[in-house]
T-cell receptor
């Protein structure tokens, strides 16, 4: 049963602490996305990778957020230092360029982050 | 600036009736559109797609209509079932695999 796995599912932390969210994409997928879901903005794209290389991180606050793919089975999203306004649900999704229909992304269950 | 807008945050429909969810976009370069469904505590799951070369795509109870001149698409669910109660997101792309999502519409199907 191929699926995107995200850990942790829930994270409560205090303002100023570092937060690391992890994602295991579906084996064989070559594109990985990070989204943030908020009430006002819906699903905002933060960053995405193709073949582990960052293609677009324009949606990410650069001063505190960073995204990496150390290997093909792991993507990470870090926030340092975290702030209360970062509280949201963060989703990872993966996809296969060239798969049909074009652009389907498979989402993980998300990490619900609360920054106090 | 929201390029993809879902102006109805919520919608309630009686079981068996038609549900119509709407989505508007501003970028005329968008040429591929997806609808996703999301249940609580789960990630969004793909529902149906349409490319700009079509004006309609159907999959069982779900049909998506695209009106390019109006920059509008809609998702029709007929007949609606209680299990369809979820948040529905539309998303649009210019063909780069980078999708812009709307804010979602919460559908409640009443038994």
């Amino acid at each position: 049963d191929a699926r995107v796995t995200q850990t942790p599912r829930h994270k409560v932390t205090e303002m100023g602490q570092e937060v690391t969210m992890r994602c295991q994409p579906i084996l064989g997928h070559n594109t990985v996305f990070w989204y943030r879901q908020t009430m006002m903005q819906g699903l905002e794209l933060l960053a995405y990778f193709r073949n582990r290389a960052p293609l677009d991180d324009s949606g990410m606050p650069k001063d505190r957020f960073s995204a990496e793919m150390p290997d093909a089975t792991l993507a990470t999203l870090k926030i340092q230092p975290s702030e209360p306004r970062d509280s949201a649900v963060y989703f990872c999704a993966s996809g296969l360029v060239g798969g049909a229909p074009m652009g389907i992304q498979y989402f993980g269950a998300g990490t619900r982050l609360s920054v106090l | 600036d929201q390029q993809v807008k879902q102006n109805s945050p919520s919608l309630s429909v009686q079981e068996g009736r038609i549900s119509i969810l709407n989505c508007d976009y501003t970028n005329s370069m968008f040429d591929y559109f997806l609808w996703y469904k999301k249940y609580p505590a789960e990630g969004p799951t793909f529902l149906i797609s349409i490319s700009s070369i079509k004006d309609k795509n159907e999959d069982g109870r779900f049909t998506v209509f695209l009106n390019k001149s109006a920059k509008h698409l809609s998702l029709h669910i007929v007949p609606s079932q209680p299990g369809d109660s979820a948040v529905y997101f539309c998303a649009a792309s210019t063909g780069t695999y980078k999708y812009i999502f709307g804010t979602g519409t919460r559908l409640k199907v009443l038994a």
